[in-house]
């Protein structure tokens, strides 16, 4: 049997197919137990988190393997096998140990370094555990992923190099500025009381928030963490619990809120968020003196804006509106319109074209003039000679009639984008699929941080000097553990190879009573003592060198080569094999 790994992380995902793929907690249930029911599989373990989902199995044939793993983790996530195909990675044998260790190091989370992923791992292994799907393979390798993990970060300043999602999150709302400095005294909302969601309100109480609301499903959930939050021993937040109904009344409250939830559908939609909003806006103050925007003494609506637009068009130096052949009033008032350009002549025949370049004309005084398209006269005034531009108008219709457009002459003025207000309500989004509307990234006030976000800002992230001390020790377990596993893939052959030798030992004693009925105990047991020591001195140096080679790369075959040689039942190092496991799996203790 072979360890396969088939995923999809954010390393080869965009989050949006990430967001569609993600399992819920019973899609991993039902996902463990078709993969141990498939042909290929023997055993099988689900690692989901925010950004990955990866199914590692032990199979007894790589291409089916494959084949199967990719289909099952396509038909449990909803997305089509050949949309999910081109994200999928695949890692066999040693490669597939190497990616978890890596994993369990953080050197592969989207914070490199962040200690998360342990507890995912921890969690992972118990559910496969509780649900018999994970053997000794996996068994094994997810508790030496573990210790690997916790050796990492113990023997390497990996988590300087990161931090925890949350943490980086806060960051990122706070626009890289002191975490502290900008959480203290604020409110915060945390939507969810599972294991992010309580870091995140932990983190949220040790920054200095002054309060911190929990929100869940199960009241009692809430609740819990909200006692937890109070008994603190390093925070003096005040913490309370409400149910998920009072969502929307708290978020007018807030000023941070963090959400990580299981759902499958939006928390938060773009107009709850921009209701809260305007519900905690105070009304703008009265003006004394003025009733309203129809008072006396100035304008407003539509013929105030009609207004800006002539006052518009007559501070330029193009003159009036008599003898223009375009709607001023209708056009004037669009970002980048230009009456040089091609937004004002586009689709105008050539008589409407001569008629606008004459009055374009009339209204410059002095220096260059310039007709849309046409020739520049500098320093002279009047009208357009139509006779000494016949070729230019025509050329200008001709084009307007072929391609419906005037290429422009000159860059129309630049459009000053209105200055977004600074934000009163900060969302921080960890859930996969996402729990917040991605359009509240639209609204003024509001500052969003999702998954996507995360990603893109931890692209370009500094890699600390400890990453690659981490990498030297992944690969000294990956090749310790992988000669573990080749050793003890001819255990069971040595052991019966024993058994074989200890049954003929006593085989030829039984013998030599019969042959020698009057031979005392004491002399009987020293001539049998004998024997098995002859035998245990041949079969010593064949057995260690044979478990030496065995440990090696390639030293599959050794196993194979000893069954051979002393004709070993293939049923008996079954046996063999399958009492080892039951004992392992007794000694074993919880994840």
Same mark, same amino acid.
């Given at each position: ?24 907690? %019973?899609?991993?249930? !039902?996902?463990?137990? %078709? ?94 555990? %509780? ?18 993990? !916790? ?116 928390? +938060? ?55 223009? #052949? ?51 006269? #500098? ?74 976000? +995360? ?57 030599? %009573? ?22 245990? !001195?041949?079969?010593h140096a064949p057995t260690v060198r044979v478990k030496q080679l065995a440990a090696e790369p390639g030293g599959a075959g050794y ?26 799996? !007794? ?5």
């Open positions: 049997m072979s360890l396969l790994v088939v995923g999809l992380s954010h390393r080869s995902a965009p989050v949006s197919v990430l967001e569609r793929a993600a399992l819920n907690a %019973d899609a991993q249930v !039902k996902l463990l137990q %078709d993969t141990v029911a498939a042909e290929p599989a023997s055993e099988a373990a689900v690692l989901a988190t925010c950004n990955r989902i990866e199914l590692y199995a032990d199979v007894d044939k790589f291409h089916a393997g494959v084949a199967e793993l990719s289909t099952l983790l396509a038909q449990h996530s909803g997305v089509g096998l050949e949309e999910l195909t081109p994200y999928l990675y695949v890692h066999y044998e040693d490669r597939a140990v190497h990616h978890l260790f890596s994993v369990a190091c953080g050197l592969d989370s989207m914070v490199v370094g962040e200690g998360q992923i342990l507890g995912q791992i921890k969690d992972s292994l118990a559910r496969a555990q %509780d649900l018999h799907s994970a053997g000794r393979l996996l068994n094994d390798l997810f508790q030496q992923a573990l210790r690997v993990g !916790k050796r990492a970060h113990s023997e390497t300043g990996i988590d300087r190099a990161g931090q925890s999602l949350v943490t980086f999150g806060l960051e990122q709302l706070a626009r890289g500025g002191d975490v502290q400095q900008w959480a203290r005294g604020k409110k915060a909302l945390v939507i969810g009381a599972g294991s992010m969601s309580s870091l995140a309100a932990a983190t949220l109480a040790r920054a200095g928030v002054a309060e911190i609301v929990v929100a869940n499903r199960t009241f009692d959930r809430a609740e819990r963490l909200a006692q937890i939050l109070m008994e603190g021993d390093d925070t003096d937040v005040a913490a309370r619990a409400v149910p998920m109904e009072s969502v929307p009344a708290e978020l007018t409250r807030a000023d941070v809120t963090v959400s990580c939830t299981g759902a499958t559908g939006l928390v +938060l939609t773009a107009e709850s968020v921009a209701g809260a909003i305007e519900d905690r806006r105070p009304a703008p103050p009265a003006v004394p003196g003025e009733d309203g925007p129809g008072a006396p003494g100035g304008e407003s609506g539509p013929a105030a804006g009609e207004a800006a637009q002539r006052g518009g068009a007559s501070g330029t130096s193009l003159g009036s509106e008599d003898g223009c #052949p375009l709607d001023l009033s209708a056009v004037q008032g669009t970002a980048g319109f230009s009456v040089l350009g091609e937004a004002a002549v586009a689709g105008m025949a050539a008589a409407d074209l001569e008629q606008h370049a004459a009055w374009v004309d009339n209204g410059t005084a002095g220096g260059d003039r310039r007709v849309a398209g046409g020739t520049a006269r #500098p320093g002279q005034t009047g009208t357009l000679d139509p006779a000494a531009d016949t070729d230019a108008i025509a050329a200008l219709a001709a084009t307007v009639a072929t391609v419906g457009r005037i290429p422009e002459r000159r860059r129309p003025e630049p459009v000053e984008e209105p200055q977004r207000p600074e934000p009163v309500l900060f969302l921080l989004d960890l859930a996969m699929p996402r729990d917040i509307d991605a359009a509240v990234h639209r609204l003024a006030g509001v500052r969003l941080v999702d998954i996507e976000s +995360l990603a893109e800002a931890s692209a370009g992230a500094p890699m600390a000097a400890d990453v690659d001390q981490v990498r030297r020790i992944v690969s000294d377990e990956v090749a310790a553990f992988g000669a573990a596993l080749r050793a003890a893939h001819i255990t069971p052959t040595v052991v019966a190879l024993r058994t074989m030798a200890a049954d003929v030992v006593a085989g030829e004693i039984a013998r030599l %009573d019969g042959r020698l009925p009057g031979l005392d105990d004491k002399h009987r047991a020293e001539i049998t003592q004998t024997v098995r020591r002859v035998v245990d !001195k041949l079969l196993a194979d080569a000893l069954r051979t040689l002393f004709d070993l039942d293939p049923e008996t190092v079954a046996a063999v094999s399958r009492a080892e496991d039951s004992t392992t799996e !007794k000694d074993r203790g919880p994840a």
